[in-house]
């Protein structure tokens, strides 16, 4: 079993930063990749970025250039820095886990882009 605990979700202002964190622990030998997913209220989940374990990355179109997604394997720790925010990338952001035979989730995180 892989535990994700999340953290870094709040109110930003439009044009703002955030950076979410999410740190595994349990069997993290399994794990594949790390990324994270978000979900507008009303819409369905969606990808919006993930690593792999040698470095490749995957990330929505839309998001290219303003979300990075750094990770940092000695700490177990997956990261999602988001620039230049807008109000439409208002969700709740679930970090996951792939492992060899599912998908793990943490429990989400609300970020809210408003002024």
């Known amino acids: 079993q892989v535990q994700l605990v999340e953290s870094g979700g709040g109110l930003v202002q439009p044009g703002g930063s955030l950076r979410l964190s999410c740190a595994a622990s349990g069997s993290t030998v399994s794990i594949t990749s790390m990324g994270w997913y978000r979900q507008a209220p009303g819409k369905e989940r969606e990808l919006v970025a993930r690593m792999f374990n040698g470095g490749n990355t995957n990330y929505a179109d839309s998001l290219k250039g303003r979300f990075t997604i750094p990770r940092d394997n000695a700490k177990n720790t997956v990261y999602l820095q988001m620039n230049s925010l807008v109000p439409e990338d208002t969700a709740v952001y679930f970090c996951?886990?792939?492992?060899?035979?599912?998908?793990?989730w943490g429990q989400g995180t609300q970020v809210t882009v408003s002024s």
């Open positions: 996951s886990a792939r492992g060899v035979v599912r998908m793990y």
